[in-house]
């Protein structure tokens, strides 16, 4: 069965400082995608990177990158430079070639920045 | 760009009462989807639809009804609010499917049932 784990409910990171979330999934298809999503306190939900099951380099969009290890079935989210406005919540999201009725969201991490 | 456009912002209902999620996307997406948020259980999907006139159940599809005349709409029917469908809904969707394309979404409707 296909799942998406985030183990860390909450977090905290100082100003300026990087911060890795982590996220875990688990499925049998080879071809799937991964996204991280960002939802501010005003509950928005705004894409934030993806990475294809196929791709070699690891993802970056300006201050966000996927450290992408398809052996360990894990796609951590790492925020460089962490800024005020980073403080929200955080879900990781997969989604299946094979099966495109199926988006298997985690159940989200929440990250406060510390000024 | 106006993306995804989910109306109401915020709704109060009483018990037994219906209402409809109204959501319209200019993106000419053919995928839509309606999600529900609760505390604790991540985010649940309720019905989608692959194009106009043809739509299907999600994980939670009781208590909801939906249809698909356009491409651009995509609205949710509550037949009779109960409390337990107090949460925040969330329509999105796809430019494809398959594992390369994600979901943007709208700005969510807050509802609450008493």
């Known amino acids: 069965a296909q799942k998406i784990t985030q183990t860390q409910p909450g977090m905290f990171v100082q100003e300026k400082e990087a911060v890795t979330l982590d996220c875990t999934y688990d499925?049998?298809?080879?071809?799937?995608?991964l996204f991280w999503y960002k939802q501010p306190s005003s509950g928005e939900m705004i894409f934030l990177i993806y990475q294809g099951s196929y791709d070699e380099q690891n993802a970056t969009e300006g201050r966000y990158s996927l450290n992408f290890q398809k052996a360990r079935k894990s796609a951590n989210l790492v925020i460089s430079a962490s800024q005020l406005g980073d403080s929200a919540m955080y879900f990781c999201a997969m989604s299946l070639t094979n099966n495109f009725n199926k988006f298997y969201f985690g159940s989200g991490t929440k990250l406060n920045v510390k000024p | 760009n106006a993306g995804v456009t989910q109306t109401p912002k915020f709704q109060v209902l009483k018990t037994g009462q219906s209402m409809t999620l109204q959501c319209a996307q200019d993106m000419n997406h053919e995928y839509m989807s309606w999600y529900r948020q609760d505390p604790g259980m991540g985010l649940r999907l309720i019905h989608y639809s692959v194009g106009a006139g043809i739509t299907d159940q999600g994980e939670v599809p009781n208590g909801y009804n939906v249809s698909r005349s356009t491409t651009e709409d995509f609205p949710l029917r509550l037949l009779s609010a109960a409390p337990s469908q107090t949460s925040v809904y969330f329509c999105?969707?796809?430019?494809?499917?398959?594992?390369?394309?994600?979901?943007?979404f709208g700005s969510g409707t807050r509802l609450t049932v008493v």
């Open positions: 499925t049998s298809d080879q071809s799937y995608g």
């Open positions: 999105a969707s796809r430019e494809g499917l398959g594992g390369n394309y994600g979901y943007t």
